[in-house]
């Protein structure tokens, strides 16, 4: 399930990097935490896969202006038939029924009604004196009491990142609404006949449920900055500092209150670890570091790449200790350690055997009796880091450098990449990798890049079917969600498919494949950035959760089990299949492998509806050969074929295959 947090116009960059922050912190590995835009908002069947719709801070007005009507529509009845929502600060003003911000205030007054109306009397603020937009002069950490019966668990009071928010006034005066924290300090607005002035409140709507805020509790000092123009900022900070661990708790029983699975512990993003750089090709490698010395050169002993800095280093012993304070991972200095002639020390990299991924990359050429190919043959490993794709493919000076082949895998990614911009941490049993791939742009027509995301999903499934020459691992049912992702049976599901209950998916998302294209000289630079859930259980499941399932049915029969799959033999069977489909690809197009594509995915006379073609009927039946767009024929009532045919781009629709809709996206 999805955590959307809307990151469009209204919202601050704080607001965002802030709320994305926290809730991933506390609730990875179990849901996915995503940004996302108006557009997904009003054009996407978001609904079904969302148990949390979150509105951060900034101003509520160019809210209004993007969802009234429709949008809000959507977001109510979306909360009416269960859904949760969560607005802070802005956002709680935005889902309140009446707006009164600094009124009589002629620069910063904004008042009236709003259609949301979840805490159905007046947001009024703001609370405390001082605020100004794109400022910290009015930001102060301001106590709240919280109410330990209806949030049991985080103490009796915390301190919260104030900016700007608002009192919900009578809240203690409406049967929906509970109130969950209150100001301690005195209030510079009417905030009614209650005791103290409602700071946090929980709002029944529905079936469903809301908590507003006037406070921000997912603001972290972790991310917080001094500044030169407002000086008593740093004691906000500092006083926030201290008060960290009451501020988590007191989020996490917010998201607790929503029902929501979150994490036990006080869980921190992780910190970034050495990047080790290793190849079976000793002379290929120093020649690398040559080029990129020359060709981007150090800055005050650093590689100063496009995006990211690289301190180099030849062993592991000489590795330099960096600032321990956190810092956001994309701006940190990331430590390459090279190893020219050996590979690290198995205590630096505890996580994955580079030893044993060597030994099965070629030892799958040599099964199928061909010569040592190039994808994986020089690799970096790193057990935390920011994404094995950003840091190729956001790196253009880096990035034309690198050979065909040249491969990034990591044990966790702290920003990690999916479509549509969507970042999030990946915890450990996630197989990320990125790799490099080259391909003259003249090869265009006979071998259209688009193909490539296909290619990529097949080879991961191929690198499980055809684990080892046993044929046990032929039967686990993974398959192919068009374009680009791939699905596994649920492991409930796996003993008697005739279980499952009426309009319930069988499959859930495992993995998927994201590609990034750059042209230098002629030449496509692509980065097929690629994710499976190998070995964790949450938040959807894994192969080796089905391979488990699996073995339970098996030994009811007698039979011995599947052993589970590793992530080194994972990596090199997918990496040795990717590079052989792509070498008959650049002459022979996708056509050779039309067949093994529709044997491995899902949609075969599948009948769905196309909405912007007036929502009719049509069954899916392939894909062109040319450019791979999906083919869906209108069906009539009988599901006959009419006549009519439509082509639908991969990267211009969303398919929600288990409600059977294909909708073109704006």
Known sequence: MNVLVYTGNGTTTDSIKHTLYSLRTLLSPYYAVIGVDSKVLLNEPWQSKTALLVFPGGADLPFCRQFNGEGNQKFSKFVRQGGKYLGLCAGGYYASARCEFEVGNKELEVSGPRELKFFPGIARGTAFGGFQYKSEAGARSTILDVDEEKLPGCGRTVYNYYNGGGVFVDADQFSNVEVLATYRDHVCV???????????????VGKGYAILTGTHPEYTHLLMKKSDSVPDFERVISELRTKENERLAFLRSLLHKFGLKVNDDSLAQPTLTPLHLTSLYPEKLQQLVKSMETNIGYTNGLLKCTTDRFRLSLSAENLQKLDQDFQVPE???????VHINSLPDRKDTPFFNLESYYNHLKRFWTRYNHPMGDFGSTLIYGEVLTSTSSLMDKNANLLRLLPHGFTITGTTQVSGKGR??????????????STVMKLPTSYSERAPI???QYLATLAYIEAILRYDESGLYSTIPLRIKWPNDIYILKPEFV??????PHGEAAYVKVGGILLNTNIFDEQYHMVAGCGLNVNNAAPTTSVNSVISAINEVRAKKGLTGIPPVEMEVVLAGFLYHLERMFNEFKTSGFSPFLDLYYRRWLHTGQIVHIQHQNNIRAKITGITEDWGMLIAQEVDSENNLTGARFELQPDGNSFDMFNGLISKKN
């Open 190 to 204: 009417d905030f009614g006949s209650g005791k103290a002035a409602a700071a946090v409140v929980g709002c029944s």
């Open 331 to 337: 701006e940190a200095i990331k430590q390459l350690v």
């Open 450 to 452: 688009v193909f490539i």
């Open 420 to 433: 549509g911009g969507n970042v999030w941490i990946n915890p450990p049993g996630v197989l990320a990798v």
């Open 495 to 500: 003993e008697d498919v005739s279980k499952i």
